[in-house]
């Protein structure tokens, strides 16, 4: 049992460098969706289309606040997608 426990712990684990590179992916990808989500609000017209773009735009930018935040505390330098 703790053999099986060992070997699930080793395929969990990722190194300092794929962490990095996961967060500044997910920075990108919530940063892309930031943006569709604006230009969607702007083309909507009913008040659920707003609705539902304003909370999309909400949400968005909490995760890349956090995500932004996140990279901070491990050092990443954020200049170059800005």
Same mark, same amino acid.
Do not use: C, W
């Given at each position: 049992?703790?053999?099986?426990?060992?070997?699930?712990?080793?395929?969990?684990?990722?190194?300092?460098?794929?962490? #990095?590179?996961?967060?500044?992916?997910?920075?990108?990808?919530?940063?892309?969706?930031?943006?569709?989500?604006?230009?969607?609000?702007?083309?909507?017209?009913?008040?659920?289309?707003?609705?539902?773009?304003?909370?999309?735009?909400?949400?968005?930018?909490? #995760?890349?606040? #956090?995500?932004?935040?996140?990279?901070?505390?491990?050092?990443?330098?954020?200049?170059?997608?800005?």
């Amino acid at each position: 049992m703790e053999e099986r426990y060992m070997k699930d712990k080793i395929l969990i684990e990722i190194t300092e460098e794929e962490e #990095r590179k996961d967060i500044l992916r997910n920075i990108i990808h919530t940063k892309a969706e930031l943006t569709n989500a604006n230009k969607n609000f702007e083309f909507a017209n009913t008040n659920e289309l707003v609705d539902y773009y304003v909370y999309k735009i909400k949400s968005m930018q909490a #995760r890349l606040d #956090r995500l932004i935040k996140l990279a901070k505390e491990k050092g990443i330098e954020l200049e170059k997608l800005a």
